[in-house]
């Protein structure tokens, strides 16, 4: 099965991507965990990737499409995999649908999670993330036991440098899922509309509903 989460910064699909992988084992790629990789190594890709993500913009599709595509030859991808973050526009929707069918494959589901503004602002603003293992904590919404330290492994939270009220705003203003990409996947007959503006677990329960 290929799965797709769509919506705005902060929605939640980085939070509910890893509960979904621990509910079906389905492989979790993120496009934005894989640059922040790149920009944590130092990497040619990672300090390209970096201009951008800094000031709340896309990285270029060609750069983001090759990595993707690179990604998803690897062996653990052929079952199925959960794509968080990818794609932004058509241009990569296309791209997706493009491998994918070349190995006879499609996606089988968009997932869009819609959440207000109001509410996406004070959770990027909240948000903290373990930089050891990657799992998502909101201080007021989804804290850890202990401030500052991740309940999982023990590892150093963090928050994201994107995550500045004055980026915030570009990345709101510039990376909502636009009207073709939600139309791309209406067409296809595979778009579920989720409200991500309820408890973790009632979005985590509503997306395993639409994906049974
Ligand atoms: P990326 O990392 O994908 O960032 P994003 O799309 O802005 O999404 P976020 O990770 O900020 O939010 P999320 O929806 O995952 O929310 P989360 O679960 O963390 O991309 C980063 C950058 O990389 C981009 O700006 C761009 O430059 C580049 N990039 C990546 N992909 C690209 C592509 N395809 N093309 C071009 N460039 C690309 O939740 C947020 C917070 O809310 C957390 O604290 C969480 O605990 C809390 N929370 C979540 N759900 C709930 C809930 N139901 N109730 C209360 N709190 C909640």
Request: net charge negative; glycine share 10%; with cysteine.
């Amino acid at each position: 099965m290929f799965i797709v989460l769509l919506g705005p910064p902060g929605a939640g699909k980085g939070t509910q991507a890893q509960r979904l992988a621990a509910a079906t084992h389905l492989l979790h790629i993120s496009t934005g965990d894989m640059f922040r990789e790149n920009v944590k190594n130092a990497t040619e890709l990672g300090k390209l990737a970096n201009t951008y993500m800094t000031k709340g913009e896309l990285v270029p599709d060609e750069v983001t499409i090759r990595m993707l595509l690179e990604r998803i030859a690897r062996p653990d991808a052929e079952a199925g995999a959960m794509f968080d973050g990818f794609p932004r526009n058509v241009v990569q929707a296309a791209a997706l649908d493009d491998a994918l069918g070349g190995r006879g494959a499609k996606i089988d589901r968009a997932l869009y999670i819609f959440v207000p503004d109001d509410e996406l602002i004070s959770r990027l603003g909240g948000r903290w993330i373990c930089r050891n293992c990657g799992t998502l904590y909101h201080e007021r919404n989804d804290p850890p036991a202990k401030a500052g330290v991740c309940d999982k492994c023990g590892g150093e939270l963090y928050q994201r440098e994107d995550d500045r009220p004055e980026v915030v705003a570009t990345r709101l203003q510039k990376q909502k899922p636009p009207a073709e990409l939600i139309e791309h996947y209406r067409e296809a007959g595979v778009l579920r509309e989720i409200d991500g503006a309820r408890s973790l677990d009632d979005v985590t329960a509503s997306l395993l509903e639409a994906i049974r």
